[in-house]
């Protein structure tokens, strides 16, 4: 079954305890990406890579950070996590660029206290 | 710069009634691609339909229609005879790939949130 899947769907942190979301996708996408949603103001793109080895920066990436050694994966590196970085957070993958269907997975719900 | 504006924070309608969700956008570009996901109480985000900016038909799928207006930059999402299972948040989002930029980035509007009392 095609889908993209995140882990964990829920976790409660500390101020500073670094954490890693892991987002995986099993069709063969080009393009992964990383959205956090917020009330009021919807899905913010917070980093994507269009490549194994190419990233760049969204729209909001402060506190955030993100590799992609391989196609599959694209895990969100929170280094120091902060209250303000509470969110449902989305990977998402698509076939090659932003202009075909974006698969999404899961969601993940982080509260930072 | 790139936007989407769906004004609309939330909208209730009775069962059967026909609904309007409005998204207007904004780009620098002259191709580009539109797109509306739909977002259920239980959180995942289902992808409805893209769009490119060199089709201008309308479409329609069921009871859900959209309606591609270039001249006025809006994208509206018409659902006819609403039920119960269309309550959700629905988001229009907008692809642009800036070449001489090489970024790609997909702008997602804040959403309608849509119930639909029986």
């Known amino acids: 079954e095609a889908q993209v899947t995140q882990n964990p769907r829920y976790l409660i942190t500390v101020t500073g305890k670094k954490l890693t979301v892991t987002c995986s996708q099993n069709m063969n996408h080009e393009y992964m990406s990383w959205y956090r949603q917020d009330p009021g103001l919807g899905l913010r793109q917070i980093y994507y890579s269009m490549n194994v080895e190419v990233t760049d920066k969204g729209d909001v990436p402060e506190g955030y950070k993100v590799s992609r050694k391989e196609k599959r994966n694209f895990p969100l590196i929170l280094e120091s996590p902060s209250p303000n970085q509470t969110s449902l957070y989305f990977c998402?993958?698509?076939?090659?660029?932003?202009?075909?269907?974006?698969?999404f997975g899961q969601g993940t719900r982080l509260t930072v206290v | 710069a790139q936007k989407v504006t769906q004004a609309q924070t939330e909208i209730s309608v009775v069962e059967k009634e026909d609904v309007t969700l409005d998204c207007v956008y904004e780009?620098?570009?002259?191709?580009?691609?539109l797109f509306w996901y739909k977002q259920p109480p239980s959180g995942e985000l289902v992808f409805l339909i893209r769009?490119?900016?060199?089709?201008?038909q309308n479409e329609i799928s069921g009871r859900y229609s959209w309606n591609f207006q270039k001249s006025t930059s809006s994208f509206n999402f018409t659902i006819t005879a609403s039920q119960v299972v269309d309550s959700a948040v629905y988001f229009c989002a907008l692809s642009e790939v800036l070449g001489a930029y090489n970024t790609d980035k997909l702008i997602f509007g804040t959403g309608t949130r849509l119930q639909v009392f029986p």
């Open positions: 780009t620098r570009d002259t191709t580009y691609y």
């Open positions: 998402a993958s698509s076939l090659q660029r932003t202009n075909t269907e974006a698969f």
């Open positions: 769009r490119n900016s060199f089709d201008e």
